[in-house]
Protein backbone atom coordinates (compact mmCIF):
# COMPACT_ATOMS: atom_id res chain seq x y z
CA UNK A 1 0.00 0.00 0.00
CA UNK A 2 2.02 3.06 -1.02
CA UNK A 3 0.74 6.55 -1.33
CA UNK A 4 2.41 8.16 -4.23
CA UNK A 5 1.56 11.96 -3.62
CA UNK A 6 3.39 14.92 -4.69
CA UNK A 7 5.09 17.07 -1.58
CA UNK A 8 2.12 19.01 -1.73
CA UNK A 9 -0.68 20.33 -4.24
CA UNK A 10 0.67 23.84 -4.34
CA UNK A 11 0.56 25.38 -7.86
CA UNK A 12 1.16 28.76 -8.58
CA UNK A 13 0.86 30.66 -11.93
CA UNK A 14 3.10 33.43 -12.35
CA UNK A 15 1.16 34.87 -15.46
CA UNK A 16 -1.91 35.85 -13.23
CA UNK A 17 0.09 37.32 -10.69
CA UNK A 18 -0.13 41.32 -10.41
CA UNK A 19 2.78 41.94 -7.74
CA UNK A 20 0.18 42.63 -4.97
CA UNK A 21 2.56 40.65 -2.22
CA UNK A 22 -0.70 39.46 -0.42
CA UNK A 23 0.64 35.57 -0.63
CA UNK A 24 4.07 36.62 0.95
CA UNK A 25 2.42 38.28 3.71
CA UNK A 26 -0.49 35.74 4.71
CA UNK A 27 1.74 33.06 4.02
CA UNK A 28 3.35 31.30 7.74
CA UNK A 29 5.82 29.56 6.55
CA UNK A 30 8.08 32.12 3.93
CA UNK A 31 6.67 29.85 0.86
CA UNK A 32 6.25 33.12 -1.34
CA UNK A 33 8.76 35.83 -2.11
CA UNK A 34 8.48 38.85 -4.43
CA UNK A 35 10.84 38.82 -7.51
CA UNK A 36 10.51 42.00 -9.17
CA UNK A 37 7.03 42.97 -9.49
CA UNK A 38 6.02 39.17 -9.61
CA UNK A 39 5.80 36.74 -6.61
CA UNK A 40 7.21 33.72 -6.43
CA UNK A 41 7.73 30.40 -4.26
CA UNK A 42 10.62 30.31 -2.40
CA UNK A 43 10.47 27.63 0.04
CA UNK A 44 8.18 25.05 -1.68
CA UNK A 45 8.63 22.13 0.74
CA UNK A 46 7.81 24.50 3.49
CA UNK A 47 4.22 24.17 2.34
CA UNK A 48 1.45 22.93 4.84
CA UNK A 49 -1.28 23.11 2.23
CA UNK A 50 -3.17 25.84 5.16
CA UNK A 51 -4.92 27.34 2.23
CA UNK A 52 -4.21 31.02 3.19
CA UNK A 53 -2.67 31.95 -0.17
CA UNK A 54 -5.33 30.59 -1.98
CA UNK A 55 -7.99 32.00 -0.04
CA UNK A 56 -6.57 35.65 0.06
CA UNK A 57 -5.02 35.91 -3.70
CA UNK A 58 -7.23 38.23 -5.70
CA UNK A 59 -6.35 37.32 -8.70
CA UNK A 60 -7.04 32.90 -8.65
CA UNK A 61 -2.85 32.81 -9.29
CA UNK A 62 -2.80 30.34 -6.70
CA UNK A 63 -4.07 26.99 -5.68
CA UNK A 64 -3.74 24.49 -3.17
CA UNK A 65 -5.86 21.59 -1.77
CA UNK A 66 -5.85 22.86 1.65
CA UNK A 67 -6.33 20.48 5.28
CA UNK A 68 -5.39 19.85 8.26
CA UNK A 69 -2.64 17.98 8.92
CA UNK A 70 -3.45 15.97 11.70
CA UNK A 71 -3.06 12.18 11.23
CA UNK A 72 -5.72 11.50 14.01
CA UNK A 73 -8.46 13.92 11.86
CA UNK A 74 -7.58 12.54 8.62
CA UNK A 75 -7.91 8.32 9.53
CA UNK A 76 -11.04 9.70 11.48
CA UNK A 77 -12.51 11.56 8.39
CA UNK A 78 -11.81 8.20 6.19
CA UNK A 79 -13.38 6.03 9.08
CA UNK A 80 -16.21 7.80 9.49
CA UNK A 81 -16.55 9.43 6.08
CA UNK A 82 -17.44 13.14 7.21
CA UNK A 83 -15.18 16.18 6.50
CA UNK A 84 -11.40 16.00 8.42
CA UNK A 85 -12.32 18.18 11.40
CA UNK A 86 -10.23 19.13 14.28
CA UNK A 87 -12.50 18.39 17.30
CA UNK B 1 -12.53 26.85 32.98
CA UNK B 2 -14.18 29.55 31.10
CA UNK B 3 -13.09 29.99 27.60
CA UNK B 4 -15.26 31.43 25.80
CA UNK B 5 -15.66 35.02 25.34
CA UNK B 6 -19.16 36.63 24.38
CA UNK B 7 -19.08 37.66 20.52
CA UNK B 8 -19.48 41.20 19.65
CA UNK B 9 -17.53 44.97 19.65
CA UNK B 10 -15.46 45.85 22.60
CA UNK B 11 -13.87 49.09 23.21
CA UNK B 12 -10.55 49.28 24.71
CA UNK B 13 -9.79 52.61 26.69
CA UNK B 14 -11.55 55.39 25.13
CA UNK B 15 -11.70 54.77 21.42
CA UNK B 16 -13.09 57.12 18.92
CA UNK B 17 -14.28 57.11 15.42
CA UNK B 18 -10.13 57.14 14.43
CA UNK B 19 -9.17 54.36 16.92
CA UNK B 20 -7.62 51.26 15.15
CA UNK B 21 -10.11 48.18 15.04
CA UNK B 22 -8.79 44.71 15.50
CA UNK B 23 -10.40 41.27 15.11
CA UNK B 24 -10.11 38.44 17.52
CA UNK B 25 -11.70 35.34 18.24
CA UNK B 26 -14.07 34.23 21.20
CA UNK B 27 -11.57 32.29 22.50
CA UNK B 28 -10.30 33.59 26.00
CA UNK B 29 -6.14 33.15 25.57
CA UNK B 30 -6.28 34.71 21.95
CA UNK B 31 -8.57 37.46 22.92
CA UNK B 32 -6.21 38.09 26.42
CA UNK B 33 -2.93 37.57 24.42
CA UNK B 34 -4.94 40.69 22.14
CA UNK B 35 -5.64 42.78 24.83
CA UNK B 36 -2.71 42.51 26.48
CA UNK B 37 -0.45 43.88 23.52
CA UNK B 38 -2.68 46.35 22.98
CA UNK B 39 -2.80 47.79 26.57
CA UNK B 40 -2.42 51.11 27.33
CA UNK B 41 -3.98 51.65 23.85
CA UNK B 42 -7.52 52.90 22.41
CA UNK B 43 -8.80 50.37 20.34
CA UNK B 44 -12.16 48.52 19.12
CA UNK B 45 -12.22 44.68 18.96
CA UNK B 46 -14.46 43.07 17.22
CA UNK B 47 -14.89 39.40 18.18
CA UNK B 48 -15.97 36.68 15.93
CA UNK B 49 -18.02 33.55 16.89
CA UNK B 50 -15.28 30.74 16.37
CA UNK B 51 -16.65 28.89 18.71
CA UNK B 52 -14.55 29.17 22.11
CA UNK B 53 -11.84 27.89 19.27
CA UNK B 54 -8.62 29.92 18.58
CA UNK B 55 -8.13 32.11 15.39
CA UNK B 56 -5.19 29.28 13.65
CA UNK B 57 -7.48 26.33 13.97
CA UNK B 58 -10.88 28.71 13.74
CA UNK B 59 -10.00 29.77 10.42
CA UNK B 60 -8.95 25.98 9.34
CA UNK B 61 -12.50 25.10 9.99
CA UNK B 62 -13.77 28.59 8.35
CA UNK B 63 -15.63 29.91 11.58
CA UNK B 64 -12.79 32.83 11.24
CA UNK B 65 -14.33 33.18 8.68
CA UNK B 66 -15.05 35.76 5.67
CA UNK B 67 -18.77 34.99 6.20
CA UNK B 68 -19.04 35.04 9.85
CA UNK B 69 -16.80 38.71 9.84
CA UNK B 70 -19.05 40.43 7.17
CA UNK B 71 -22.10 39.00 9.15
CA UNK B 72 -20.43 40.72 12.44
CA UNK B 73 -19.67 43.87 11.03
CA UNK B 74 -23.37 44.25 10.40
CA UNK B 75 -24.52 42.85 13.74
CA UNK B 76 -22.28 45.35 16.19
CA UNK B 77 -22.88 48.62 13.60
CA UNK B 78 -19.16 49.16 13.58
CA UNK B 79 -19.59 51.42 10.88
CA UNK B 80 -21.42 54.03 13.21
CA UNK B 81 -18.30 53.87 15.39
CA UNK B 82 -15.44 54.29 13.32
CA UNK B 83 -14.95 56.76 10.14
CA UNK B 84 -12.02 54.81 8.57
CA UNK B 85 -12.42 51.67 7.04
CA UNK B 86 -9.94 49.04 7.87
CA UNK B 87 -9.97 45.98 10.13
CA UNK B 88 -6.16 44.31 11.52
CA UNK B 89 -6.57 40.59 11.41
CA UNK B 90 -4.09 38.16 12.91
CA UNK B 91 -2.33 37.10 9.87
CA UNK B 92 -3.65 33.00 11.39
CA UNK B 93 -6.77 33.92 10.17
CA UNK B 94 -6.00 34.42 6.54
CA UNK B 95 -6.64 30.72 6.00
CA UNK B 96 -10.57 31.05 6.32
CA UNK B 97 -10.87 35.09 5.47
CA UNK B 98 -10.58 36.33 1.93
CA UNK B 99 -9.24 40.02 2.25
CA UNK B 100 -10.85 41.02 -1.13
CA UNK B 101 -14.44 39.67 -0.56
CA UNK B 102 -14.74 40.91 2.76
CA UNK B 103 -14.17 44.72 1.05
CA UNK B 104 -15.93 44.05 -1.70
CA UNK B 105 -19.30 42.94 0.93
CA UNK B 106 -18.04 45.33 3.82
CA UNK B 107 -16.55 47.81 2.11
CA UNK B 108 -14.10 47.10 5.03
CA UNK B 109 -10.34 46.27 4.28
CA UNK B 110 -8.48 44.09 5.68
CA UNK B 111 -5.03 44.20 7.23
CA UNK B 112 -3.30 41.19 8.28
CA UNK B 113 -0.93 42.24 11.18
CA UNK B 114 1.51 39.69 12.78
CA UNK B 115 0.93 36.08 13.70
CA UNK B 116 1.76 37.06 17.43
CA UNK B 117 -0.45 39.53 19.14
CA UNK B 118 3.06 40.49 21.15
CA UNK B 119 4.56 41.74 18.15
CA UNK B 120 1.49 43.91 17.41
CA UNK B 121 3.17 47.34 19.01
CA UNK B 122 6.17 46.80 16.88
CA UNK B 123 3.83 46.20 13.77
CA UNK B 124 1.44 49.37 14.57
CA UNK B 125 5.04 51.64 14.43
CA UNK B 126 5.01 51.26 10.40
CA UNK B 127 1.73 48.66 9.95
CA UNK B 128 4.58 46.84 8.47
CA UNK B 129 5.43 43.07 9.98
CA UNK B 130 9.03 42.03 9.48
CA UNK B 131 9.38 38.44 7.85
CA UNK B 132 9.97 37.07 11.20
CA UNK B 133 6.65 38.68 12.51
CA UNK B 134 4.98 36.48 9.32
CA UNK B 135 6.19 33.21 10.38
CA UNK B 136 5.12 31.11 12.86
CA UNK B 137 7.46 29.35 15.19
CA UNK B 138 7.79 25.80 16.42
CA UNK B 139 10.72 25.92 19.31
CA UNK B 140 11.36 24.44 22.50
CA UNK B 141 8.74 26.38 24.39
CA UNK B 142 6.33 25.55 22.05
CA UNK B 143 6.35 21.90 21.92
CA UNK B 144 6.89 22.11 25.87
CA UNK B 145 3.58 24.17 25.96
CA UNK B 146 1.89 21.32 24.36
CA UNK B 147 3.15 18.36 26.30
CA UNK B 148 0.62 18.49 29.15
CA UNK B 149 -2.35 18.07 26.55
CA UNK B 150 -0.74 15.28 24.72
CA UNK B 151 0.04 13.81 27.65
CA UNK B 152 -3.44 14.02 29.05
CA UNK B 153 -5.30 13.24 26.02
CA UNK B 154 -3.67 9.68 25.99
CA UNK B 155 -4.06 9.33 29.68
CA UNK B 156 -7.92 8.15 28.85
CA UNK B 157 -6.61 5.36 26.79
CA UNK B 158 -3.53 4.70 29.05
CA UNK B 159 -6.30 3.54 32.17
CA UNK B 160 -7.59 0.27 30.21
CA UNK B 161 -4.86 -0.49 28.49
CA UNK B 162 -2.92 -0.21 32.04
CA UNK B 163 -5.34 -3.05 33.44
CA UNK B 164 -5.38 -5.04 30.51
CA UNK B 165 -1.15 -4.63 30.72
CA UNK B 166 -1.30 -5.81 34.17
CA UNK B 167 -3.57 -9.07 34.08
CA UNK B 168 -1.22 -10.21 30.86
CA UNK B 169 1.81 -9.72 31.73
CA UNK B 170 1.92 -8.04 35.35
CA UNK B 171 4.01 -4.73 36.46
CA UNK B 172 6.31 -4.71 34.37
CA UNK B 173 4.32 -4.77 31.29
CA UNK B 174 2.40 -1.94 33.11
CA UNK B 175 5.41 0.28 33.31
CA UNK B 176 6.35 -0.54 29.72
CA UNK B 177 3.07 0.55 28.78
CA UNK B 178 3.49 4.08 30.85
CA UNK B 179 6.70 4.50 29.05
CA UNK B 180 5.29 3.92 26.08
CA UNK B 181 2.70 5.92 25.99
CA UNK B 182 4.95 8.91 27.56
CA UNK B 183 7.70 8.54 25.08
CA UNK B 184 4.92 9.00 22.64
CA UNK B 185 3.40 12.13 24.32
CA UNK B 186 6.47 13.54 26.59
CA UNK B 187 9.54 12.70 25.32
CA UNK B 188 8.50 12.65 21.42
CA UNK B 189 7.36 16.30 21.14
CA UNK B 190 10.20 17.57 23.07
CA UNK B 191 12.93 15.60 20.98
CA UNK B 192 10.97 15.89 17.88
CA UNK B 193 14.03 17.91 15.82
CA UNK B 194 16.35 15.91 17.09
CA UNK B 195 14.99 12.32 16.45
CA UNK B 196 16.83 10.41 13.34
CA UNK B 197 14.65 9.89 9.86
CA UNK B 198 12.20 12.78 8.45
CA UNK B 199 8.69 11.04 9.23
CA UNK B 200 7.03 11.81 12.50
CA UNK B 201 6.40 8.05 12.26
CA UNK B 202 9.68 6.53 11.96
CA UNK B 203 11.31 8.89 14.43
CA UNK B 204 8.51 7.68 16.86
CA UNK B 205 9.61 3.89 15.80
CA UNK B 206 13.11 5.37 17.03
CA UNK B 207 12.46 6.72 20.09
CA UNK B 208 9.66 3.85 21.08
CA UNK B 209 12.09 0.83 20.12
CA UNK B 210 15.26 3.20 22.49
CA UNK B 211 12.55 3.97 25.24
CA UNK B 212 11.50 -0.42 25.59
CA UNK B 213 14.90 -1.49 25.63
CA UNK B 214 15.38 -1.16 29.94
CA UNK B 215 12.28 -3.32 30.14
CA UNK B 216 13.72 -5.80 27.48
CA UNK B 217 16.44 -6.28 29.65
CA UNK B 218 14.32 -6.72 32.51
CA UNK B 219 12.55 -9.40 30.90
CA UNK B 220 15.39 -11.23 30.88
CA UNK B 221 17.12 -10.29 34.02
CA UNK B 222 13.97 -10.16 36.16
CA UNK B 223 11.69 -12.67 34.93
CA UNK B 224 11.50 -16.33 35.62
CA UNK B 225 11.15 -18.63 33.16
CA UNK B 226 13.11 -20.65 30.14
CA UNK B 227 14.94 -18.97 27.71
CA UNK B 228 12.48 -19.35 24.77
CA UNK B 229 9.89 -17.80 26.97
CA UNK B 230 11.93 -14.45 27.46
CA UNK B 231 12.30 -14.38 23.88
CA UNK B 232 8.66 -14.93 23.30
CA UNK B 233 7.74 -12.34 26.32
CA UNK B 234 9.99 -10.01 24.95
CA UNK B 235 8.58 -10.16 21.21
CA UNK B 236 5.12 -9.40 22.50
CA UNK B 237 6.25 -6.23 24.72
CA UNK B 238 8.34 -4.58 20.90
CA UNK B 239 5.27 -5.41 18.55
CA UNK B 240 2.66 -3.87 21.09
CA UNK B 241 4.56 -0.60 22.72
CA UNK B 242 6.78 0.28 20.32
CA UNK B 243 4.51 0.90 17.46
CA UNK B 244 1.59 2.49 20.42
CA UNK B 245 4.60 5.16 20.56
CA UNK B 246 5.10 5.46 17.02
CA UNK B 247 1.61 5.92 16.66
CA UNK B 248 1.65 8.56 19.23
CA UNK B 249 4.15 10.03 16.96
CA UNK B 250 2.01 10.40 14.51
CA UNK B 251 -0.92 11.72 16.18
CA UNK B 252 1.54 14.69 16.81
CA UNK B 253 1.45 16.12 13.40
CA UNK B 254 -2.25 17.47 14.55
CA UNK B 255 -0.58 19.41 17.49
CA UNK B 256 2.61 21.09 15.20
CA UNK B 257 2.69 24.82 13.13
CA UNK B 258 3.93 22.82 9.47
CA UNK B 259 2.97 19.37 9.07
CA UNK B 260 1.04 19.47 5.59
CA UNK B 261 -2.16 16.72 4.90
CA UNK B 262 -0.23 15.79 1.49
CA UNK B 263 2.63 14.79 3.89
CA UNK B 264 0.27 13.22 6.56
CA UNK B 265 -1.48 11.26 3.93
CA UNK B 266 1.98 10.00 2.52
CA UNK B 267 2.75 9.01 6.78
CA UNK B 268 -0.43 7.20 7.13
CA UNK B 269 -0.49 5.45 4.05
CA UNK B 270 3.36 4.08 4.25
CA UNK B 271 3.64 3.37 8.36
CA UNK B 272 -0.33 3.10 9.48
CA UNK B 273 -0.04 -0.50 8.23
CA UNK B 274 3.26 -1.22 10.00
CA UNK B 275 1.98 0.02 12.84
CA UNK B 276 -1.38 -2.27 13.22
CA UNK B 277 0.42 -5.26 11.78
CA UNK B 278 3.04 -4.88 14.67
CA UNK B 279 0.47 -4.23 17.59
CA UNK B 280 -2.15 -7.23 16.24
CA UNK B 281 0.23 -9.27 16.23
CA UNK B 282 1.57 -8.67 19.33
CA UNK B 283 -1.38 -9.09 20.73
CA UNK B 284 -2.36 -12.11 19.18
CA UNK B 285 0.75 -14.13 20.49
CA UNK B 286 0.66 -12.51 23.87
CA UNK B 287 -2.90 -14.12 23.65
CA UNK B 288 -1.54 -17.46 22.55
CA UNK B 289 1.05 -17.24 25.26
CA UNK B 290 -1.39 -16.97 27.90
CA UNK B 291 -3.65 -20.02 26.52
CA UNK B 292 -0.12 -22.15 26.35
CA UNK B 293 0.42 -21.37 29.84
CA UNK B 294 -3.22 -21.79 31.15
CA UNK B 295 -3.80 -24.97 29.51
CA UNK B 296 -0.79 -25.80 27.32
CA UNK B 297 0.93 -29.46 28.42
CA UNK B 298 3.47 -29.34 30.62
CA UNK B 299 5.37 -32.15 29.80
Given amino acids: ?87 | MKRRVEPGLYALGSPTADSAVFVSANYTLSFDALRQALAGREAWIVVLDTAAINVWCAAGEGTFGTDELVRRIEETGLKQFVGHRTLILPQLGAPGVCAHEVQRRSGFKVEYGPVRAADLPEYLKLRRASSEMRQVRFGLRERLALTPVEVVGASFFLAPIGVIAYFAGGWLSVFTAIAAVLAGTLAFPILLPWLPAKTFSVKGFFLGGVVILPFLLAIFLRRPGAWTFKMESALVHILIFVPVTAFLALGFTGSTTFTSRSAVKREIYRYFPIMAWMFGGGVILAIVMILVALFGSRT
Avoid: W
Avoid at chain 1, 18 to 36: A, L, Q, S
Fill in chain 1, 1 to 87: MKFAGPLNTLAYKPDLCTGCEMCTIVCPHGVFGMNGRKAEIVRYEACMECGACQKNCPFGAIAVDSGVGCAFALMKAALTGKKESCS
